[in-house]
């Protein structure tokens, strides 16, 4: 089971870390740029294999200090096929290395659709006679926008599947105030969103301590809100995305996580993979690792643990 | 502009059906399954192969009685690299056979990301020294859940490259009351996401009757709501998904179009692409094209153009 798994691996490595991998073409190292270029000119060919060799290297740095690696499909897709070739390269080549992978799709859809998706991330597709898992992440981040039925076949599929998702409850980024912070019948869209998903939750039965599939994306820019629903969802993962760049702080980050010092994984995309003091730096594998390792150390620090 | 070749191309063909590409393998002719999998065993890429094949089918039988095609990435994804290059197949395929293309995606993400979405589906991507069309479709379906901040690079992308994307407002499923339904301010979240729209079309200072590259997908199975948004988004194209398998009823439709029979597309995806009537025949191409043309007509009466 994928909640399992994070458990097992976050106490094995002692980190509470997600590593954001969204591939910035401009930002990559020369050479792995060159060397791509020398293959394939300057194609989108050239892209994905840049991307692929570069995540490989930022993977068995990082695979130390992290559980966790979370490839955003945007970065990816916006490479086209070759880019979804390095997509899903870096899922195999993180869990060849003992890392979970979670897909940052938030994709979301009619119950039909929805299954789909469920059976390109976290289940199995029907190819003719048999049936074969297709980008085989551990867990997939899912849009709530369309309601209860689509989160069903998802849901579903965790159960049958074992692997995970986060609903997107309460997003990092300002605009998140626009729908998700509404207020209807003195409970915001978040808090409705999450006792929607704790209904499900409930079925399970599980005890304290004990963590549900189905987990939640809730931002670091908002420790206030993180509060009350970290009550609503008491068997849930947080994935927490928006520490560095976004502007959430970690010496906020207690509050997303329960008194065991577990129930949050704590992502950085930028900061880890693209620190400026890495830039056209020979050791920038070494700053990688380096930042990954501090990150890790810095949250344990304010958790507790 | 997208908005300008969709009304071009409703009154070349005097339709305003869009077929929509949503490949399911079980359905396929046993000829073009039993082709691909000689060729490539029982594999994803024996599933890429026969939906390209497949769609090209469609696309050629479709083309003389519809102006737009709306492949839905899921079912793409859910073959994986494969499928997603029949997608890619597909996407050429209809631009060299004149028609418009939707990708029914469904993005959404924060502004950094959004953005990357934009370049891989309406814009481009900066690809080393140059700048490159990725998946070059003609319009993208955005979620709107994360809020203003992360569609502006979309709707940047739409003026900078002239081409679309509608934005979900109202969607066909019953899970769309769960959110979209609820009332804030006297007002439901749909009405309060058209007015978000609308304020960025007012700033296009459109006449009656011109179109913005800003849509909205409205649900067939909603006419109700659709008579209250049709009015806060005059300058809007609807894209209509729901009719048939979906229980929404073409006989409601005249609500989502305007007096000028304009301002909506009407999405038929199994109806079309895989009727009862087509299954196992070895005339399937014909029934597609009557299925697509006998909805074509069905509407017009209806809109009464």
Do not use: W
């Not at 509404?182 to 599980?206: F, N, P």
């Amino acid at each position: 089971m994928f909640a399992q798994k994070l458990v097992a691996a976050i106490l094995d490595k002692n980190s509470r870390v997600c590593v954001g991998l969204d591939p910035r073409l401009d930002l990559l190292p020369e050479i792995i740029k060159q060397n791509a270029i020398n293959k394939y000119g300057e194609t989108l060919e050239a892209a994905g294999e840049a991307i692929k060799n570069f995540n490989r290297e930022v993977i068995a740095a990082v695979a130390p200090f992290v559980p966790v690696i979370k490839p955003q499909l945007a970065f990816y897709e916006q490479y086209g096929v070759p880019g979804l070739m390095a997509f899903d390269d870096a899922v195999r080549f993180a869990h060849e290395h003992g890392l979970l992978v979670l897909a940052d799709a938030k994709r979301g859809d009619i119950d039909s659709t929805a299954q789909a998706y469920a059976n390109a991330f976290i289940g199995q597709s029907k190819v003719f006679s048999s049936k074969t898992s297709v980008f085989n992440v551990d867990a997939v981040t899912i849009n709530p926008f369309l309601g209860e039925d689509s989160l069903a076949p998802l849901i579903k599929t965790t159960q049958e599947f074992g692997n995970g998702i986060f609903v997107l409850v309460k997003t990092s980024n300002p605009g998140s105030k626009d729908l998700q912070d509404l207020v209807v019948d003195g409970e915001t869209i978040s808090e409705r969103l999450a006792k929607m998903l704790q209904q499900h939750i409930q079925q399970e039965k599980l005890s304290v301590g004990e963590y549900s599939n189905v987990g939640a994306v809730v931002g670091a820019t908002f420790p206030k809100q993180a509060a009350v629903l970290r009550k609503l969802l008491p068997n849930s993962f947080f994935l927490v995305p928006g520490v560095g760049a976004q502007g959430g702080s970690v010496q906020d980050i207690r509050v997303f996580f329960q008194r065991n010092g577990l129930g949050a994984i704590v992502n950085s995309s930028r900061g880890i993979v693209f620190p400026s003091e890495a830039n056209g730096q020979k050791n920038y594998l070494e700053v990688i690792a380096q930042k990954a390792k501090g990150l890790r150390d810095e949250i344990n620090t304010v958790v507790g643990v």
